[in-house]
Structure formats: C-alpha cells, structure tokens
C-alpha cells in the first residue's frame, strides 16, 4: 500500500514534471502535443552564402523564425532530411560542434535541429534514417542551429526549422536518394 503522504508526493512530482515539460515545448494552441512553435524571429541579414548543395541563403529585412524546441523523439520520429557538406570550405560553414571538426562528403554524419540536439547530449550517437522503404545509421556531429543564423559561420543562412535532420551526401547516397532534391521527408529513431 502507498501512504497518503507518498502518493501527495508522487502527485506533486508529477505536476512540476508536467508544467517543466510544458514550459521547455512551446505548444501551439489546439496543434496537439509535441509540435513547437516559434520562440522569436532573426531579422536577415545577406552575406557571402556558398551555394553549394542550394543552400535558402538569408535575405536582408526578411524575417526567420528561430526555434528553441523541436517535436518529442519517438520509434519514429518524422522530420525532413536536407543536404550539407561538412567539409571545409563548404555550405555547412565552420567546423562540427561535436569535435571541432570537418567530416568528409563520403562519412555517413548528421546535424540535429537545436532542440533534438539538446546541449550537445546526442554527439557521437548513431541514429538510424529511414526513406523510400531504405534505411542508413549515421553518426550525430553537429546541431542544425534553429535559433542563430544570417551570419558567417552559418553561411548566412537562415536558421534551421525545428524538424530537420541534415545528412552529407554519403547519406543521401546509401538511402538512395536524388541530392538534386535538396529535401526528403523522413524518419529516423535513437539507435
């Protein structure tokens, strides 16, 4: 038998663990759970965007939604994969978050939108992609930045939605994909 002292306990635990999660995803009214919207807005600024791989490069005066959040991971969670090269040099601007390092086009890597990426916590995991009836395991080296951008070390790019998943090409090759597509909707799970 739990005592009543024990079970006010386990209430109140429950509530503050049901407000915190509340306040950490912005919810939008009537959207149902899990689906963040935006925390503010970057004003753009244009610059030296590289265009490889056809990067949305900023425009001045346009508004970006920035967000802080991104939906709950889930056995499947969907999200959109798009193209970047980690390489120096490339549209993917400075050096991975991870390791401080540049990875080759040919090395199955990804970034994670910021709220997926959670302070760096999932570095170094292996994530598994699925698409088209494919599926690959690539390894999480950077964060999709969805709050900065418009800047140089983000290619003067806007920032990234709250659901995206940016693969190099090797991982667009192994799922099969056309990288002329620049964006494919997807589902990928914690391995």
């Known amino acids: 038998m739990v005592s009543a002292r024990a079970a006010a306990a386990m209430a109140i635990f429950v509530l503050v663990a049901l407000s915190t999660s509340h306040m950490a995803f912005s919810l939008r009214p009537g959207a149902g759970l899990g689906v963040c919207r935006a925390s503010g807005y970057l004003p753009g600024r244009s610059g030296n965007c590289e265009k490889s791989n056809d990067p949305d490069c900023c425009e001045d005066g346009k508004k970006y939604p920035q967000y802080r959040c991104s939906p709950p991971v889930t056995a499947s969670t969907k999200a959109v994969l798009t193209l970047n090269s980690f390489e120096k040099g490339k549209d ?12 080759s086009d040919e090395e199955k890597v990804v970034a994670l939108s910021t709220g997926w990426f959670s302070n760096m916590a999932r570095c170094g995991h292996r994530i598994k992609i699925s698409a088209n009836g494919n599926s690959v395991y690539a390894k999480v080296v950077d964060e999709c930045d969805s709050v900065h951008g418009c800047d140089d070390e983000h290619n003067f790019e806007p920032p990234c939605d709250n659901n995206i998943v940016d693969a190099s090409p090797a991982v667009w090759d192994a799922l099969g994909l056309d990288q002329s597509l620049g964006m494919v909707d997807i589902t990928w799970s914690e391995e």
């Open 92 to 103: 993917g601007g400075g050096p991975s978050e991870c390791d401080n390092a540049y990875h």
